[in-house]
């Protein structure tokens, strides 16, 4: 079985651009979850969408928003790009609605760059 | 505010003895507990998971232990191996999906 895919596997983009990052869940699984990290804020919550519908939001400014296709791909973009997006951007995966200890399944990640 | 903690950013241990993590959190509405390890560059891969009504869960040479009143968890590698060497977070869930993790230990184990 298919992992969690993310791609691209590295940007590099300059401020001002915008950039849209591409996550493929691992099969059968609907929930689909982004995460920013970086060396100064460790790793944040950025959204999840289930079943094409955004259920939770984490504290990121309206410049970060996503979408779920009906074949529970994702994708995150973000507009107007600032120095400090240069993030690892994560995309996690699970069956489920989150009910319970549901682990979350990660993909390796698309390292943003922003010059 | 850091509703996840975890206070140690390193430690290091011999092979074979065993690495104690631990994490503390805030929110007393977090239901489920789960550890993560990381190798830089690539996304975190689950280790083990522990329900906040119970107090121990078991996984090979893994084990989380939760006290509740002290609102802390720790993740026990016995015997610890050189292979385990990498970042281990600590994160909690309360809705859905969404994980609140904390900073994160880099752990190096030492032939």
């Known amino acids: 079985k298919a992992g969690v895919t993310q791609t691209p596997r590295y940007l590099i983009k300059t401020r001002g651009q915008q950039v849209t990052l591409s996550c493929s869940p691992i099969s059968g699984h609907r929930s689909v979850s982004w995460y920013q990290q970086t060396p100064g804020q460790g790793l944040q919550f950025l959204f999840e969408y289930f079943s094409e519908t955004q259920r939770n939001k984490g504290n990121f400014p309206g410049r970060f928003s996503g979408r779920q296709f009906s074949n529970s791909r994702s994708e995150m973009n973000v507009s107007t790009l600032e120095l400090g997006d240069s993030a690892l951007y994560l995309c996690a995966s699970s069956l489920l609605a989150g009910q319970g200890g549901e682990k979350l399944f990660f993909g390796s990640g698309t390292q943003l760059s922003v010059l | 505010d850091q509703q996840v903690k975890q206070n140690s950013p390193s430690l290091s241990v011999q092979e074979g003895r065993i690495s104690i993590l631990n994490c503390d959190y805030t929110n007393s509405m977090f239901d489920y507990f789960l550890w993560y390890k990381k190798y830089p560059a690539e996304g975190p891969t689950f280790l083990i998971s522990?329900?906040?009504?119970?107090d121990k869960n078991e996984d090979g040479r893994f084990t989380v232990f939760l006290n509740k009143s002290a609102k802390h968890l720790s993740l026990h590698i016995v015997p610890s191996q050189p292979g385990d060497s990498a970042v281990y977070f600590c994160?909690?869930?309360?809705?859905?999906?969404?994980?609140?993790f904390g900073g994160g230990t880099r752990l190096m184990v030492k032939p």
């Open positions: 522990i329900s906040s009504i119970k």
């Open positions: 994160a909690a869930k309360n809705a859905g999906n969404m994980l609140t």
